[in-house]
Each structure stands twice: as C-alpha cells, then as structure tokens.
C-alpha cells in the first residue's frame, strides 16, 4: 500500500470515529475513501465496518455517563439491535449491495426529519402526559414494542451498510422517548457499537480473505483517536448544537450518496 493512501485512510478513520461519536454516518467518509482508493465495494464496506469498532468502542467509553438510568430499556433495545446486526450481516453476503443502497436516502431523509421535529414531539407528548395523570418520563408498552421493532430494522440496515445508522438511531429514539439529545447519543454509541461488532465477526468468520485487513487497521487507528476527541468535545455541546450537527452531517451525506 502507497505511504499516501495509508495517510488518508488513517486522516479518513480520525474524522469517521470523531462523526461516528457526535452523529453516527461516519461511513460516509470511509467508505468512498476504500472506493475512491480501487477497493471493490463490498471489501470496502467490510474492512470499513471492521476498522470502525475501534471508534466505536472509544467514543461509547466517553459517552458513559450519560448512559445512566437508561438501561431498562437498553435491555430490551440491545437483543434487537444484535438480532437485526446478525440479519443485516447475512443479507450483505447474499444480495446485492444496491438493493440497500438505493433506499439509504429516503432512510437518511426521514431520519433527518425527525431529528428536527423531535423536540415538538417529545413536548406534544409530555403535555398529553400531564393530561393523562401520567409521568412525562412514563414510556408505555406500546411505544416501547415500537422503540424495540425500531432499533431491530435499524439493526438490519446497520448489519448491512453501516451508513448514517446512528442518525436513524437518534431519529427514531428523538420521536419515541423523553430523553436529551446527549443521553440518546450515548444510547445511540452502545447501540450502534454492538451492530459493527457484530458484523465484523460476522464478515471476518465468512469472509476472512474478502477483508483488506492493512485498510482495516489503519482505519481502526484512527477511528480509535477519532472516536475519543468526538466524545470529549461532544459532551459539550449544547442540545441544540447537536441537532445542528447531526442535521448538517446528515445533509452532507444525503449529497454523497445522491451524487455518486
């Protein structure tokens, strides 16, 4: 491998993991960078996804705190998320990669739109809440099964092509929960951390010689550090600067994919 495309997969693994941890479409920049450099598709897409569970470890590890209190629905949201990682990752081995890749926008798009809406909805339910003689932090049964079916088709698209799942994620969970942009986003990196975890293992057992395992490592460096600086500098931002951030990233990945 030339000393320059190692440069840039390692400068691409920074900012994937930094993105990964504040956003969740850190592929967006892996990926086309595999591509642009003459990796087939779908080595891209597997070297990229198992590099990038560096990244995701770290920038977990630094959103930890605001994991806490959330872990009664975190133990119905993780069985899903590795069930669909392991359905998504199966079907990546067995159908077409365009078959996926032609619905991310729309996917991408809805996310987006409930990224923005989701401060209206979350405050449309707390005063049905109150109405109701209930606590605006209550989650019914219903939500929940919807919250966990969520997070199992996120799972699916995540195990498949790892693209912006984690604006999904926080689409989803913005419209569904009364939680904080910050708290969703550390819910959003655990989650997101099982799906490549699970895809890796699923891509390395299948398909070990498929792996460009020198890109891997080189994005796995760099997500690592990556990963880490989007956490510290994350946790910082206020709830709305993190919307903007989610929506501008979003919107910068809906070009791509529309474009290429």
Same mark, same amino acid.
């Given at each position: 491998?030339?000393?320059?495309?190692?440069?840039?997969?390692?400068?691409?693994?920074?900012?994937?993991? =930094?993105?990964?941890?504040? #956003?969740?479409?850190?592929?967006?920049? /892996?990926?086309?960078? *595999?591509? /642009?450099?003459?990796?087939?598709?779908?080595?891209?897409?597997?070297?990229?996804?198992?590099?990038?569970?560096?990244?995701?470890?770290?920038?977990?590890? +630094?959103?930890?705190?605001? %994991?806490?209190?959330?872990?009664?629905?975190?133990?119905?949201?993780?069985?899903?998320?590795?069930? +669909?990682?392991? %359905?998504?990752?199966?079907?990546? *081995?067995?159908?077409?990669?365009?078959? !996926?890749?032609?619905?991310?926008?729309?996917?991408? $798009?809805? =996310?987006?739109?409930?990224?923005?809406?989701?401060?209206?909805?979350?405050?449309?339910?707390?005063?049905?809440?109150? &109405?109701?003689?209930?606590?605006?932090?209550?989650?019914?049964?219903?939500?929940?099964?919807?919250?966990?079916?969520? /997070? !199992?088709?996120?799972?699916? @698209?995540?195990?498949?092509?790892?693209?912006?799942? +984690?604006?999904? $994620?926080? +689409?989803?969970?913005?419209?569904?929960?009364?939680?904080?942009?910050?708290?969703?986003?550390?819910?959003?990196?655990?989650?997101? $951390? *099982?799906?490549?975890?699970?895809?890796?293992? =699923? @891509?390395?057992?299948?398909? !070990?010689?498929?792996?460009?395992?020198?890109?891997?490592? *080189?994005?796995?460096?760099?997500?690592?550090?990556?990963?880490?600086?989007? &956490?510290?500098?994350?946790?910082? $931002?206020?709830?709305? =600067?993190?919307?903007?951030?989610?929506?501008? #990233?979003? %919107?910068?990945?809906? @070009?791509?994919?529309? /474009?290429?």
């Amino acid at each position: 491998m030339p000393l320059s495309h190692a440069v840039l997969i390692i400068i691409a693994g920074l900012g994937a993991g =930094a993105i990964n941890a504040l #956003v969740g479409s850190g592929t967006l920049i /892996t990926f086309p960078t *595999l591509v /642009t450099l003459g990796y087939p598709p779908v080595t891209s897409t597997m070297s990229n996804a198992v590099g990038l569970v560096a990244g995701s470890v770290s920038g977990t590890w +630094g959103y930890r705190r605001e %994991l806490g209190g959330q872990w009664g629905r975190l133990r119905w949201q993780v069985p899903a998320s590795l069930l +669909g990682a392991g %359905l998504g990752a199966f079907l990546l *081995l067995h159908l077409p990669e365009k078959v !996926f890749a032609e619905v991310v926008p729309v996917l991408l $798009l809805a =996310a987006l739109i409930l990224v923005v809406v989701g401060p209206r909805i979350q405050e449309w339910a707390r005063r049905r809440a109150e &109405a109701d003689g209930r606590s605006a932090s209550h989650v019914s049964p219903r939500r929940m099964a919807v919250l966990v079916i969520g /997070t !199992f088709a996120v799972g699916v @698209y995540g195990g498949y092509f790892t693209a912006a799942q +984690g604006i999904l $994620l926080i +689409g989803m969970m913005g419209a569904l929960l009364p939680e904080s942009v910050q708290r969703m986003n550390a819910a959003k990196n655990l989650l997101a $951390l *099982l799906v490549n975890v699970v895809a890796a293992l =699923a @891509y390395t057992i299948v398909a !070990f010689d498929r792996i460009s395992w020198p890109a891997a490592g *080189l994005i796995a460096g760099g997500s690592l550090i990556g990963g880490w600086l989007g &956490a510290h500098y994350g946790r910082r $931002l206020s709830p709305n =600067a993190l919307r903007g951030v989610i929506v501008v #990233v979003g %919107l910068i990945g809906l @070009y791509r994919l529309l /474009t290429v």
